[in-house]
C-alpha cells in the first residue's frame, strides 16, 4: 500500500478499507512545506466531516479512504478523501464523495466560527479544522459502489459498480434512479473550488 504520492492505487473491497488508511503514518518528502501523513488526512477529512449536520435519515459522516498528492504541482499536498453515512433511506442519495481538501491559509474562513455563535461543539468542530491544517475544496459525488481509487499526476481515478437502485444514485420521483448497471472508471481533474470528469 506504500507508495508515491503522486501514484497509488487502493482496492476497496465492498465494505471499504477502513483498516488500509489507520494502520498507515508515511509520512511523504517535503517540498514547500510537509505534508501529512495519511493519519493526519484521515484526521483532517474527520474533522471537516464534523460539520455535516445528521439527521434521522443521514448521520454519521466518516472517511473511508485517504491520500495525500500535490494535485496541482505547486509544491503543496492536497488530501484526497472518500467520505460515506449511515442512511437510512430517503428523498436524496446517499453521501458517496470524492472531495478534495487543501491547506488552510492565514485567517481562512473555512476554519472560523460564527463569531456570534455561542455553541460550544462549533468552537470545538472549528478548532479541530484549524488544528488539522486543511479544509474541503471541492467534491464529486459517486453514484456506485467504489472499488478503487488512484492518483496520476493530477488525475484522481476512480473504478466503481453500479446496480439499479443504488442509494448512492439521484432519486427521481422518490426512486433512485441510476446510470445503466455495470462496472464505470471516472477520471476526475482538480482545479480550485472544483473537481470536474475528463471524457
Not at 470545538?124 to 488539522?132: G, L, P, V
Not at 486543511?134 to 488525475?155: F, K, L, T
Not at 476512480?158 to 434512479?177: E, N
Not at 445503466?180 to 472544483?194: A, N
Amino acid at each position: 500500500m506504500h507508495g508515491s504520492a503522486f501514484s497509488r492505487s487502493i482496492l476497496l473491497p465492498s465494505a471499504f478499507a477502513f483498516w488500509a488508511l489507520v494502520g498507515c503514518d508515511t509520512v511523504f518528502a517535503a517540498s514547500k512545506a510537509s505534508p501529512p501523513s495519511l493519519v493526519q488526512a484521515f484526521n483532517a477529512a474527520e474533522a471537516s466531516l464534523r460539520r455535516i449536520p445528521g439527521d434521522d435519515i443521514e448521520s454519521d459522516f466518516r472517511p473511508v479512504w485517504t491520500a495525500v498528492a500535490d494535485l496541482d504541482g505547486d509544491g503543496r499536498a492536497e488530501v484526497i478523501y472518500l467520505y460515506t453515512s449511515t442512511y437510512t433511506g430517503g428523498s436524496f442519495a446517499q453521501s458517496n464523495v470524492i472531495a478534495v481538501m487543501t491547506a488552510l491559509a492565514a485567517d481562512d474562513p473555512r476554519g472560523k466560527e460564527n463569531p456570534k455563535s455561542l455553541s460550544p461543539v462549533e468552537a470545538e468542530d472549528f478548532a479541530a479544522i484549524r488544528a488539522s491544517g486543511y479544509g474541503d475544496d471541492a467534491g464529486e459525488q459517486i453514484p456506485g459502489a467504489v472499488h478503487s481509487i488512484r492518483i496520476e499526476g493530477d488525475r484522481i481515478i476512480v473504478a466503481f459498480k453500479v446496480v439499479a437502485g443504488a442509494s448512492t444514485c439521484d432519486v427521481v420521483g422518490y426512486k433512485h434512479v441510476c446510470p445503466p448497471d455495470g462496472d464505470y472508471v471516472w477520471t476526475l481533474r482538480w482545479t480550485p473550488g472544483k473537481l470536474t470528469r475528463a471524457e
